[in-house]
């Protein structure tokens, strides 16, 4: 199963904000930013800062995408 933060960069197209501007208000790495911009696994620290600092919950910021089979 996939993860997809397509979510998460709308939110931000939303809010008016850049992915660095994400970056400095949570608090987390550029590394982090580099894993959620590759669709890559996160820790929940990690999403818990994002959800934080945009004020939603998770599921506004991320999907689970099955896998075809």
Known sequence: ???SY???W???IDKDMKKSDLERRSGIT???LGQLS???DVST???GKICETL???IDDIMEFIPDDE
């Open 1 to 3: 199963m996939a993860v």
């Open 6 to 8: 397509k979510k998460l």
């Open 10 to 12: 709308k939110l931000l």
């Open 30 to 32: 550029h590394y982090a």
């Open 38 to 40: 590759q669709g890559k």
């Open 45 to 47: 620290e990690v999403l």
């Open 55 to 57: 004020g939603c919950s």
